[in-house]
C-alpha cells in the first residue's frame, strides 16, 4: 500500500471494466487519480468507489479527439501540478458488434477502431509525455491485447490496432528513454468487462459458460482486478527497469499453441 503516495495517475476508460479496477486500485495505494471516459454514467459509478479522501478529477473525453485531450491535460496540470503516470486503457472492440472476414470489412469499422485504440493511445502519450519529460521521470502503461500478439482474440481491425499498441510501446520506449519516462503495454486475455460481455452472455445463454477460458493454460478467464494488479506494478517503482515490454496477463494463453480441438 502506498506506492503511489503524492502521485497523479490518468488513467483513460476508467468508467468501467479494467479502467475501474485500476483507478480503484491507484486510490487505495495514494494516488490522485483522473478518471476520463467517454461514459459519464460510468465515470460517476467510478468515482462513487473511490477510497475515502483520494483527489479525484473527473472528465468526459473521447482519446481520439485531440483537443479534448489536450484540454484533459492541461486541466489536470493546472489542478494537480504533475503527471506521474498515465494508464491508457479506453479501447473498442469494434461498432458493429461483429467480426467479419476481412473481405467483408468495412472502412468505417476500421477508422473508429483505430482512432480510439491506436491513435488515442498515441494522442494521450504526445500530450502527457512533455510533462514527464520536464521532470525527468514518468510512467506510461498502455493496454494492448493478446489479439495484438495472435489472431484467434479479436476482429481484424481490433488485432490489428492492439499489435499496433504493442509496436508504439516499444519506439515511444524508446523516444522517451533518455529522459527516464519508462513506457509499457500490458496484453490481457479474456476478462469479462463491458467489451467482452455480449460473449459471456452468449455462453451462459447457450450452456457454454464451462468454456469460457478454457483455452488457456489455467483454465479460466481473467478477473479486470488481475490486470489491474500488472499495470499497477508496471506503472510503480517496482519495474523502474522495465520499459518497452508488453506483459501478456492471460493465464498462459499466449504461452502455447491454441489452435481449436487442441485443448481440453
Known amino acids: 500500500m502506498g506506492r503511489f503516495d503524492q502521485r497523479v495517475v490518468i488513467v483513460t476508460g476508467a468508467g468501467s471494466g ?7 486500485r491507484l486510490g487505495r495505494e495514494g494516488a490522485s487519480v483522473v478518471l476520463v471516459d467517454v461514459a459519464e454514467g460510468g465515470l460517476l459509478e467510478t468515482e462513487n468507489q473511490m ?3 483520494v483527489s479525484v478529477l473527473r472528465r468526459v473525453a473521447d482519446v ?4 479534448a485531450v ?11 501540478g ?14 458493429s458488434g461483429a467480426h467479419p472476414p476481412v473481405t467483408e470489412n468495412s472502412r468505417d469499422e ?13 494522442l494521450t502519450i504526445k500530450h502527457v509525455a512533455p510533462h514527464m519529460q520536464a521532470r525527468k521521470k514518468g510512467s506510461i502503461v498502455n493496454t494492448a491485447s493478446v489479439a495484438g500478439i495472435r489472431s484467434g482474440a479479436g476482429g481484424n481491425a481490433y488485432s490489428a490496432s492492439k499489435a499496433g499498441v504493442i509496436n508504439l510501446t516499444m519506439t515511444a520506449a524508446c523516444d522517451l528513454g533518455l529522459d527516464n519516462v519508462r513506457v509499457n503495454a500490458v496484453c490481457p486475455g479474456l476478462v469479462e468487462t463491458g467489451m467482452t460481455q455480449k460473449v459471456f452472455d452468449y455462453a451462459r445463454a447457450h450452456e457454454k459458460a464451462h468454456k469460457l477460458g478454457s483455452r488457456c493454460e489455467l483454465r479460466r478467464y481473467g478477473d479486470p482486478a488481475e490486470i489491474a494488479a500488472a499495470i499497477l506494478f508496471l506503472a510503480s517503482d517496482d519495474a523502474s527497469y522495465i520499459t518497452g515490454q508488453a506483459l501478456a496477463v492471460d493465464g498462459g494463453n499466449t504461452a502455447s499453441l491454441n489452435l481449436p480441438g487442441m485443448k481440453a
Not at 70 to 80: I, N, R, S, Y
Request: aromatic letters at 4%.
Open 18 to 24: 479494467i479502467g475501474r479496477a485500476t483507478a480503484l
Open 64 to 67: 481520439a479527439d485531440e483537443a
Open 70 to 80: 489536450t484540454a484533459l491535460v492541461a486541466e489536470t496540470m493546472k489542478t494537480f
Open 51 to 53: 477510497a475515502d479522501g
Open 110 to 122: 476500421w477508422e473508429k477502431v483505430l482512432a480510439v485504440n491506436l491513435l488515442g493511445t498515441m
Open 82 to 95: 504533475q503527471i506521474d503516470v498515465l494508464c491508457n486503457i479506453a479501447g473498442i472492440a469494434s461498432i
